[in-house]
């Protein structure tokens, strides 16, 4: 079992910056791979970005050139560094992961775009 906790979302002004962080409660090194993914109202839960125990990384189209991923394996934690954000990336951001291909999710965190 992994249980994972995000946190760093919140209301932020469209163009502006915010850094989500996923703590995993167990060493990230045996997990397969770990990522974001984000749900709109309305709307299905979509791949934001998702990176792998060798580091190879894959993003969502709409989110390249503006979101990082990253992992601190010491830390056992990943995040996601989202820049120039949009009223269009308002959603609920859910951490992931897969461990011996079984998918674990976070809870969730609101990220809001707006003036």
């Known amino acids: 079992q992994v249980q994972l906790v995000e946190s760093g979302g919140g209301l932020v002004q469209p163009g502006g910056s915010l850094r989500l962080s996923c703590a995993a409660s167990?060493?990230?090194?045996?997990?397969?791979?770990m990522g974001w993914f984000r749900q709109a109202p309305g709307k299905q839960r979509g791949l934001v970005a998702i990176i792998t125990t060798d580091g190879r990384t894959n993003y969502a189209d709409s989110v390249k050139g503006r979101f990082t991923i990253s992992r601190d394996n010491a830390k056992n934690t990943i995040y996601l560094q989202m820049n120039s954000l949009k009223p269009e990336d308002t959603a609920v951001y859910y951490c992931y992961a897969n461990r011996r291909n079984i998918d674990h999710w976070g809870q969730g965190t609101q990220v809001t775009v707006s003036s």
């Open positions: 167990r060493s990230i090194s045996s997990i397969n791979a």
